[in-house]
C-alpha cells in the first residue's frame, strides 16, 4: 500500500495547469498520433487562443511536438521521460514484494515494509507467515519511531535534520533515542523485543530507496525469531536491501 495523496477542498486550483491536463489526457484517450489545434480545442472545450498557448507552453518543455508539414500537434519525448518514471517506481515496488515473499519463504516469518508519512510511521506493505500464531496487524497501522526495531530504524534512516524534527515529538526522551539512532546507524539494523507488542520480537534494516525510505523488518514471536538467530534474520534483511538497489539500479540504466 502506498502513501494516499488528497487535496484539500479549500485549496486553490491552478486554471492552467488544469487545462493543460485535460489536454493531454484528451490525448491519452486517442489512437491517432497527432491532433489539430481546432480538434483539441472543441474537443476540451477551451478557446483556440487559450489552447495554443498551452500548447507551445508544453511544446517549449519537449511534452508537446508539432508538425512542420501539417501544423498539427503530438505528444513529446519529454512526457515520455516523466511517464517512464512512474514506471520505474510501480517496478520498484514490484521489486521490493517480490523481496518480501522472498524473505517470508525463507525463515517463514512475516515481513513488514514501513514509512513515514508526515511525522508517523506506517506500514505500507506486508506478506504475513505461515504460522498459526503470528502477528495480526495489517497494512496501514501506525509503527510508532520511539518504540520497536521498526520505528527505530525508520527514525534513524532519515536525514540528520528531519531526524532532529521527529525527535522534537518525544520529549525528555531526545538524547535517549539520538544515542539509540546512533547505534542503530553504526549496526545497521536494530533488533527490539517486547516494545510495542508484549511477547513479539522485530529484527529491522534501513531500505533507502530513490522515491523514499523505507524499513524492511521481520516480526513475529520472540521466541522464534530468537531461535532463528538475530544477526541471521538481519543479514537476510540487508541480503534483500542489495538485491532490490541492484535490480533498481539495473532497471535505471
Not at 51 to 60: E, P
Not at 197 to 221: E, F, N, Q
Not at 245 to 252: A, F, I, N, Q, V
Request: net charge negative; charged share 20%; proline share 3%.
Amino acid at each position: 500500500m502506498g502513501e494516499t495523496n488528497f487535496v484539500e477542498s479549500s485549496t486553490p486550483m491552478v486554471n492552467s495547469v488544469l487545462h493543460a491536463t485535460k489536454i493531454l489526457d484528451y490525448y491519452a484517450s486517442q489512437r491517432r498520433e497527432y491532433l489539430s489545434l481546432t480538434e483539441i480545442s472543441r474537443a476540451v472545450g477551451l478557446h483556440k487562443t487559450t489552447v495554443y498557448r498551452i500548447l507551445r507552453t508544453l511544446q517549449s518543455v519537449g511534452w508537446i511536438e508539432q508538425s512542420s508539414a501539417s501544423g498539427q500537434y503530438r505528444l513529446g519525448s519529454g512526457i515520455l521521460m516523466v511517464a517512464s518514471a512512474v514506471s520505474v517506481h510501480y517496478t520498484a515496488r514490484q521489486l521490493i514484494s517480490e523481496e518480501m515473499r522472498r524473505l517470508c519463504e525463507l525463515h517463514n516469518e512475516t515481513v513488514v515494509l514501513s514509512a513515514l508519512r508526515g511525522d508517523t510511521g506506517i506500514c505500507v506493505d506486508l506478506v504475513k507467515s505461515h504460522h498459526n500464531l503470528g502477528i495480526s496487524g495489517e497494512n496501514g497501522y501506525i509503527v510508532p519511531l520511539d518504540a520497536g526495531a521498526t520505528g527505530k530504524t525508520l527514525l534513524s534512516a532519515q536525514p540528520d535534520e528531519l531526524m532532529e524534527k521527529l525527535l522534537h515529538n518525544y520529549p525528555g526522551r531526545e538524547e535517549e533515542l539520538r544515542e539509540q539512532v546512533q547505534e542503530i546507524r553504526h549496526r545497521g539494523y536494530c533488533v527490539s523485543e517486547g516494545e510495542v507488542d508484549g511477547g513479539v520480537a522485530a529484527v529491522a534494516v534501513p531500505l533507502p530507496m530513490p522515491d523514499r525510505i523505507y524499513t524492511l523488518s521481520y516480526s513475529g514471536p520472540v521466541e522464534r525469531l530468537r531461535g532463528l538467530d538475530y544477526t541471521v534474520l538481519a543479514n537476510s534483511l540487508q541480503q534483500a536491501v542489495k538485491n532490490i538497489r541492484l535490480k533498481c539500479d539495473g532497471m535505471e540504466k
